[in-house]
T-cell receptor, first 116, second 110 residues
Framework: EAGVAQSPRYKIIEKRQSVAFWCNPI?????LYWYQQILGQGPKLLIQ????????DSQLPKDRFSAERLKGVDSTLKIQPAKLEDSAVYLC??????????????FGPGTRLTVL | QKEVEQDPGPLSVPEGAIVSLNCTYS??????FMWYRQYSRKGPELLMY????GNKEDGRFTAQVDKSSKYISLFIRDSQPSDSATYLC??????????FGTGTLLAVQP
């Protein structure tokens, strides 16, 4: 079974520039998550999709971050404009479903963003 | 107060040692409790999860949950250099939303 794919793996930009990350979840997984992991911290959920609808975006800085999941499969996360504090690893995860019993979340390798 | 507290370490032990990793939490609504392992420059991978208070064993790993004290632990027996990684506790509820600890960096010295 292929895992969660993410690209690019690394990105370096200057502050105020824009950047986009792409995620392809495991085939058949209805739920997709984007996490931000700052160095020395655990992942923090930014947004959760169920198919192509948003379930939770309470911690997404909506003035600069946006995400979409067209057709309920791939997803993109965008930052515009980037700030120094956005330097982090952005992790994408997917699970078969969400709700009720726990559904294991499978993580991709992440995109490491450095904002200079 | 953070919802989940985890000692960040780092922790360095000799090969063969027993390792104890711990987290405390404040939210009584958490229904399931997990330990993830994260190797450098990789995504987290699920190691163990449990719903209820008590112990769960899988090979060299034992997860322990005490809901009355809001405390969870992970024990690693006969630790190996390949166990060197960051260990993240995580907790969740009905929506599958996970709250992670800060992670504990473990180094097992050969």
């Amino acid at each position: 079974e292929a895992g969660v794919a993410q690209s690019p793996r690394y990105k370096i930009i200057e502050k105020r520039q824009s950047v986009a990350f792409w995620c392809n979840p495991i085939s058949g997984h209805a739920t997709l998550y984007w996490y931000q992991q700052i160095l020395g911290q655990g992942p923090k959920l930014l947004i959760q999709f169920q198919n192509n609808g948003v379930v939770d975006d309470s911690q997404l800085p909506k003035d600069r971050f946006s995400a979409e999941r067209l057709k309920g499969v791939d997803s993109t996360l965008k930052i515009q404009p980037a700030k120094l504090e956005d330097s982090a690893v952005y992790l994408c995860a997917s699970s078969f479903l969400a709700g009720g019993d726990y559904n294991e979340q499978f993580f991709g390798p992440g995109t490491r963003l450095t904002v200079l | 107060q953070k919802e989940v507290e985890q000692d960040p370490g780092p922790l360095s032990v000799p090969e063969g040692a027993i390792v104890s990793l711990n987290c405390t939490y404040s939210n009584s609504a958490f229904q399931y409790f997990m330990w993830y392992r994260q190797y450098s420059r990789k995504g987290p991978e699920l190691l163990m999860y449990t719903y209820s208070s008590g112990n769960k064993e899988d090979g060299r790993f034992t997860a322990q949950v005490d809901k009355s004290s809001k405390y969870i632990s992970l024990f690693i027996r006969d630790s190996q250099p390949s166990d060197s990684a960051t260990y993240l506790c995580a907790m969740g509820g009905a929506t599958n939303k996970l709250i992670f600890g800060t992670g504990t960096l473990l180094a097992v010295q050969p």
